[in-house]
């Protein structure tokens, strides 16, 4: 069975750290994978995607990828109160599914 | 990014009635729509693929003549929950993509079912 697993947390960081929320996946024919933040009662909205080995920044965001070791993380860098949220790894498959992990929650104290 | 607009996005019905919900495209054409289902604390549970102009692909264990979907249009995908029972009060998710490698799914906005 295909499957993509991260840690269900809480994972819990001081404001102003850094926040490292981890993916591992089991289909080596996975071809891109997605950080998506999820709010209580809201539904999921993208923060990154990325497809090839090594790192990508956007802003406080940076994703990792070893295909290697089929591996993903996200990092966010200056973690505000408002990053406290569910984070949902998910791997694209290439035959149009998404496959989610079942996601981290993330607690940025104050 | 794109937008997916999921309509509605609070509903409470009676026990054994039957519930619409709609999933639109705004600015693409989505060739293809995800059905998910999120029970609280848990992940995203897929339900279905919808493919437009064809029968939906449903994941196993889900019940095909309880959940019908349509995806009529390229712009345009609904479920329906037919004969609610309060165990199928849950959140209510579609999602949407455009054909291509890197792409990423768009998420409506979510439907909270609340069967009484």
């Known amino acids: 069975q295909k499957e993509v697993e991260q840690n269900s947390g809480p994972l819990s960081v001081p404001e102003g750290a850094i926040a490292s929320l981890n993916c591992t996946y089991s289909?080596?024919?996975?071809?891109?994978f997605f950080w998506y933040r999820q709010y209580s009662g809201k539904s999921p909205e993208l923060i990154m995607f990325?497809?090839?080995?090594g790192d990508k920044e956007d802003g406080r965001f940076t994703a990792q990828l070893n295909k290697a070791s089929q591996y993903v993380s996200l990092l966010i860098r200056d973690s505000q109160p408002s990053d406290s949220a569910t984070y949902l790894c998910?791997?694209?498959?290439?035959?149009?599914?998404?496959?989610f992990g079942t996601g981290t929650r993330l607690k940025v104290l104050a | 990014g794109a937008v997916v607009s999921q309509h509605p996005s609070r509903v409470i019905c009676k026990s054994g009635t039957s519930v619409k919900i709609e999933c639109r495209s705004l600015?693409?054409?989505?060739?293809?729509m995800f059905w998910y289902r999120q029970f609280p604390k848990q992940s995203l549970m897929l339900m279905a693929t919808?493919?437009?102009?064809?029968?939906?692909?449903?994941e196993q264990g889900v019940e095909k003549d309880k959940f019908l979907i349509n995806h009529a249009s390229l712009t345009l995908s609904t479920l329906t929950v037919t004969s609610a029972h309060p165990e199928d009060s849950s959140f209510y998710i579609c999602?949407?993509?455009?054909?291509?490698?890197?792409?990423?799914?768009?998420f409506g906005q979510g439907t909270r079912l609340t069967v009484v």
């Open positions: 999602s949407a993509s455009s054909p291509g490698a890197n792409t990423e799914a768009f």
């Open positions: 289909d080596r024919g996975s071809q891109s």
């Open positions: 990325i497809y090839s080995n």
């Open positions: 998910a791997s694209w498959t290439g035959t149009y599914k998404y496959i």
């Open positions: 600015d693409f054409q989505a060739t293809t």
């Open positions: 919808s493919n437009e102009g064809s029968k939906a692909t449903y």
